[in-house]
């Protein structure tokens, strides 16, 4: 089972995230090298602001590319990548890991990126104080901001990490005129969480009120990314495709690109639990492109299996001229690149 989760505190109310992506004309990354993409990624948070120094991780990994990449102060990367097909992760603390497939086709090209990351993750969110509602109903409703002095992040008991327990929990507090917390009462969340958050929430300290004692109201939000060991990011999964003919026969047709090939999701609970490794597949590829008879030849996990098989039967290829729809194997690898690297 896995450690203890890492977990930030962000502000509460519901944002969006999206991806823009624009392409323009292409560079040549040097002189003799083979015509390569010019990549400009821009990670933003919600209000368009730079995110500095954000996690920026390739699938399959870029040749001649730093070990670690992350965002320049303004919040941009400059990146040049061979042809092809990758999925681009963006990972920072106190925001929602994105994933965004890239294609990067056979010409000069160059293609900007626009990220806007979604906070997330375990937040004191809108910490607000009332001092004038006596009804237990009302007591925590909005009326003051008091900012906290100290905050705790709620750990993960065994039965949360079993049940892979995540969501928003909102507590209210009672503080006295000292700032200390001297009462936690749930008001709602996952059953599994809110003993651990009210745990937590006891030991925060807040600014005095200038009336006590004050209700504050606390929202923490969990989920199951967290921070790998020293220092090496975020535990963001990525996934590598390979595709090989089953056996080759006249009349065969051959996969000449990708038209649609989404990656499989990394189910956040296997990611979690460290469950990592090959998953075996066997599809047919029709003289349109399509895909049909999926079959797993080989299984992984029992988390990933079948939303992977889902993914793969949506997937449609640029194929050549053939009479025969033509068998192909297929191999997912599943792995974590602070781990597996």
Known sequence: MIDFFSMRFVLSHSLASGVLLAVSCGLLWGQGKPKRGTLNIEVVDPAGNAIPHADVRFSPPPEDAPSRLE???????????????????????????????????????????????????IGSVMVETTTQLESPRNKCAISQFLKPTRTVTGTYTEEATRKNA??????????????????????????????????????????????????????????????????????????????????????????????FQPSPPYPDAARAERRRGQL?????????????????????????????????????????PGVNPTRFSVTLSFHIPCFDN
């Open 166 to 259: 995540e969501g928003t929990v909102l507590l209210c507090a009672t503080v006295d005129g000292h700032g200390n917390v001297t009462d936690v009462s749930p008001i709602s969340g996952p059953p599994e969480l809110l003993q651990l958050s009210m745990d937590a929430a006891r030991q925060w300290q807040f600014e005095a009120p200038s009336k006590a004692p004050a209700f504050i109201r606390i929202e923490m939000t969990y989920s199951l990314t967290k921070a790998c060991p020293n220092g090496k990011g975020m535990d963001v999964g990525d996934i590598v495709t390979t595709i090989v003919p089953t056996e080759e026969h006249e009349g065969d047709l051959k996969i000449l690109g990708k038209l």
């Open 280 to 320: 075996y597949l066997s599809i047919v590829v029709n003289p349109d492109g399509s895909v049909s008879d999926v079959r797993i030849t080989k299984p992984l996990d029992e988390l990933i299996d079948k939303p992977a098989v889902e993914t793969v039967r949506t997937w449609r290829f640029n194929v050549s």
């Open 71 to 121: 965002t320049a102060t303004n919040g941009k990367l400059t990146l040049n990548l061979k042809p092809g097909s990758y999925t681009l992760v963006v990972a920072c603390p106190g925001f929602k890991t994105t994933s965004t497939p890239i294609t990067v086709h056979d010409t000069e090209e160059i293609q900007a990126v626009s990220i806007r990351m979604q906070i997330g993750y």
